[in-house]
């Protein structure tokens, strides 16, 4: 079976420092791709970050960086320079690669950012 | 171009009555799925509908069916509501086929059952 596991339910930080959410997920599959989504109040996800298990150099996208260690199967988020807006609940998710896009999401971690 | 729409954003029904959800794909997109999302969870795989057809289905009961139609859009219904049915329900848009990955979300649909 497949699954993702997040173990920080909460985390808070100082705006402008760095924090990092963690994730481990398990899967017998060797290609597959790894998300970070972002999902603010408003309850629209977002998609941060993308991975794909092929690629050994980490993702990047502006303050966002991933930690992608595939033999360990873990996959942590990185977001530095913390704004007020990143306040959110963040998803780790799963994708097969094969033509079905379903999903498979971890519990969350609620990160706040304090001024 | 408008992304992902749902429709109601918010709805309260009793238990045991039938429910409809309502999704429109972002401009382009010819994939939809469904997820739940209960209350401090992630989202669960309900199925995923492409050329009007089922593709895949998560561990939901048959009371969850779904539809789509030939302009792409798509529809979840739920049967003989329990109190468990209250959650948030997501619709994504996505491209079919290997490697598109990339899935759009719209801001769900907020069940309530009483």
């Known amino acids: 079976a497949q699954t993702v596991t997040q173990s920080q339910p909460e985390m808070s930080v100082q705006e402008a420092e760095t924090v990092t959410l963690s994730c481990t997920y398990d899967t017998s599959e060797n290609n597959y791709y790894l998300f970070w989504y972002k999902q603010p109040p408003s309850r629209q996800m977002i998609l941060v970050i993308r991975?794909?298990?092929?690629?050994?150099q980490n993702a990047t996208e502006n303050r966002f960086s991933v930690n992608f260690q595939k033999a360990a199967k873990s996959f942590s988020l990185k977001i530095s320079d913390s704004q007020l807006g990143d306040t959110a609940m963040y998803f780790c998710?799963?994708?097969?690669?094969?033509?079905?896009?379903?999903?498979?999401f971890g519990a969350g971690t609620r990160l706040a950012v304090h001024p | 171009d408008a992304g992902v729409t749902q429709s109601p954003t918010h709805l309260i029904k009793t238990r045991g009555q039938q429910v409809t959800l309502r999704c429109s794909p972002k401009s382009g997109h010819d994939t939809v799925s469904w997820y739940q999302q209960a209350l401090g969870q992630g989202p669960q795989f309900i199925f995923q509908y492409y050329e009007e057809e089922e593709r895949q289905r998560g561990n939901f009961p048959d009371r969850f069916s779904g539809h789509q139609f030939p302009n792409y859009s798509s529809e979840l219904n739920v049967n003989a509501l329990l109190l468990g049915d209250s959650a948030l329900y997501l619709c994504?848009?996505?491209?079919?086929?290997?490697?598109?990955?990339?899935?759009?979300f719209g801001q769900g649909t907020r069940l309530t059952v009483v």
């Open positions: 998710a799963l994708l097969f690669s094969g033509g079905y896009n379903k999903l498979i």
């Open positions: 994504a848009s996505s491209l079919y086929g290997t490697g598109r990955t990339e899935a759009f």
């Open positions: 991975q794909e298990a092929y690629k050994q």
